[in-house]
């Protein structure tokens, strides 16, 4: 899965992090460090960190996050 963080846009609220932390990481008090090829496996994890960013930030392949998309609503109607 292909990943790009438009790191101008970027604020630090690190919402990435807290959910998908073996992808994002907070580098000081501002700077992010990711994975731009992370593992399939975290596709959920990767959903929920976009839909999390208040400022959208972080960019997923298009076709990957269509894949995320139904990967993300048919766990939340298995919760449901």
Known sequence: MRLVVDLNRCQGYAQCAFLAPDVFAMHGDEGLLYDPEAESAQRERV???VAACPVQAI???E???A???R???SGEAHHA
Do not use: G, H, P, S
């Open 71 to 73: 990967t993300a609503a």
């Open 47 to 49: 959903a929920q960190a």
């Open 59 to 61: 960019l997923v392949d």
């Open 67 to 69: 894949a995320a998309a």
């Open 63 to 65: 076709m990957d996050m």
